[in-house]
């Protein structure tokens, strides 16, 4: 199952980066999509994440900055990411959970210059 993960690139702080994943149209059962991040030398960690229900969960700190959604027609999810800081620099990687499994997409960096 490939993912296909776009959106990522360099920003100064402050500024906006908007990151995609699609599954592909014959993925079904999704039962949620979202977005990790990783840094080296540290641990993937959950960036936001949202079920097929529309509950969402995200990390502390990027609350009231990032924005999740997704497009169940297209099964595709969002990140809008705003007010970018210098800490969210990373490697972000798109994750959908199904019936049948978890499943990674290939990253995508994301550098914010201070």
């Known amino acids: 199952v490939q993912l296909q993960a776009s959106g990522g690139g360099l920003v100064q702080a402050g500024g906006s980066l908007r990151l995609s994943c699609a599954a592909p149209g014959s993925m079904f059962s999704i039962n949620g999509m979202g977005w990790y991040r990783q840094t080296p030398g540290k641990q993937r960690e959950l960036v936001a994440f949202m079920t097929s229900g529309g509950s969402t969960n995200s990390a502390d700190s990027v609350k009231g900055r990032f924005t999740i959604s997704r497009d169940n027609a297209k099964n595709t999810v969002y990140l809008q990411m705003n007010n970018l800081k210098p800490e969210d620099t990373a490697v972000y990687y798109c994750?959908?959970?199904?019936?049948?499994?978890?499943?990674w997409g290939q990253g995508t960096l994301v550098t914010v210059s201070s």
């Open positions: 994750n959908v959970i199904t019936n049948e499994g978890s499943f």
